[in-house]
């Protein structure tokens, strides 16, 4: 038994590791800059305006 539980801790070990890589990519490939100048019709700037950006 004590065979099964050590390749039991192995495995759950190296996924453990493999999701934990996976999710700093994620999270590298999020940092994205946006700039720009939110106005109105009339060209008058628009103070507290909220963005979606969708890629």
Avoid: C, H, W
């Avoid at 099964?4 to 994205?32: D, E, T, W």
């Amino acid at each position: 038994m004590t065979e099964k539980n050590s390749k039991r801790n192995l495995l759950k070990s190296m996924l453990l590791k493999i999701l934990l890589l996976l999710a700093g990519f994620s999270s590298y490939a999020q940092q994205v800059k946006v700039s720009g100048k939110v106005t109105d019709t009339l060209q008058n700037p628009l103070a507290y305006a909220n963005i979606l950006a969708i890629p």
